[in-house]
Each structure stands twice: as C-alpha cells, then as structure tokens.
C-alpha cells in the first residue's frame, strides 16, 4: 500500500523568509502532483511532475521530484501572505492518487 | 468551459437516507474520481473510472456506489447514510492522473 507523508503539517513562516516542505512517499512512482487549497475550496494544481530530476517554478514556489529517494520537495522563496494556504502532494500509482496530509502554511507579516 | 461541476453544493441528511451526489465534466477526460475529505486530513479516493462503463474501488468504497454510463456524468450513490459519512466530496476528472477539480460538495450526516 502506497504511502505519503508530508511534514511539516504545520508551518507558520514570516515574511520575507524561505522554507522547504517535504513528501515523502513509500513506493515506486515517477508521477507527482503539488495542489493549493485555499479553506472551504476546491484543490488548484500547481505542478506535475513528471520524472526523476523534473524540477518546476511558478513565482515563488519552485517543486522538484527525486523518484530514487522518493522524496518531493516544495521550496518557499521570500514567502508573502498570499502563499498561506494548504499545500498537498499526491503520488500516482497504478491510476489512483493517493495524497499526503497536506501541509498547513500560515505567512505571518 | 464549466469544467468540472458538483451538485448540490451543501446537503445535510438524516442517519439512514439515500442520496445521490451528481458530477458533470465538459472537458472529455476519460479519467474521474470521486474523493471525500475528512476535516484537517487529505484525500481518500473512494471511487474511479476510466471510462464510460468502466468503475473501480479506491481505497474507502464502503457505503458507497458509482456508475459511468456516459463519459461526462460520474454521480456517487450513498445508500442508508452515517454520521462517518460526513464529509466534503470531491468529484475530479483527468486525461490520466492529473486531476482537475470540482468545487466539492459539503455533506453532513446527523
């Protein structure tokens, strides 16, 4: 059964600063996928990747994708109030996503 | 494009009734999923298909039933609703896996 922890779940970071949320998933996949969720919303996709080494950016977020350590990253440039939101991670396996906790992202001025 | 379109968008229903929760997609992926969201937790995937005809179980199917009939309409049935049931659905559809999503559908079982 296919894994995926995130940490931390909670992150309350100021602005201005930078941090690194981390997925970590327990079974082969070369399919990762980073969504928003904003409270009382729907899931915005943020990246897919796609491969070993893909690396992603949009504004100040950047995703890159390990698929031989199994390990996603989400790195927070210059964090600002907007970014708060609850970030997830979801791995593919054999046609189904399965999803991370989420991360709780707090930016506090 | 609509997209991805859940209805209804709240419903509270009492121990024990039946309730069909719809999911239209106008986007012509053949991939879609319905998943439930418990407070404060991720997504479990309760039901998919890949195609008109086609369904399989996710990981908590129990309570709940699906068909597939066209390729837009994916509805969820939940017969002789619980309180564990109480939940925020979410209905997404893909090419593949990458999920597009609906707006949810906010259910509270009492």
């Known amino acids: 059964e296919l894994k995926v922890e995130q940490n931390p779940l909670f992150l309350s970071m100021q602005e201005g600063k930078n941090y690194t949320i981390y997925c970590n998933y327990s079974t082969t996949s070369d399919r990762l996928y980073w969504y928003r969720q904003d409270p009382g919303k729907s899931l915005e996709s943020l990246f897919v990747l796609l491969s070993n080494g893909a690396v992603k950016q949009e504004g100040r977020l950047m995703a890159s994708l390990d698929t031989k350590a199994r390990l996603s990253t989400l790195h927070i440039t210059a964090a600002v109030h907007d970014l708060s939101a609850t970030y997830f991670c979801a791995v593919d396996s054999a046609r189904q996503l399965t999803f991370g906790s989420g991360t709780q992202l707090t930016v506090l001025p | 494009n609509a997209g991805v379109t859940q209805t209804p968008k709240f419903r509270i229903l009492k121990i024990g009734q039946s309730m069909t929760l719809q999911c239209t997609q106008d986007m012509n992926h053949n991939y879609m999923y319905w998943y439930r969201q418990d407070p404060g937790m991720g997504l479990k995937l309760i039901y998919y298909s890949v195609g008109a005809g086609i369904t399989d179980k996710g990981e908590v199917p129990n309570g709940y039933n699906v068909s597939r009939s066209t390729t837009e309409d994916f509805p969820l049935r939940l017969e002789l609703a619980a309180p564990s049931q109480t939940s925020v659905y979410f209905c997404?559809?893909?090419?593949?896996?990458?999920?597009?999503f609906g707006q949810g559908t906010r259910l509270t079982v009492v």
């Open positions: 997404a559809s893909g090419r593949y896996t990458e999920a597009f």
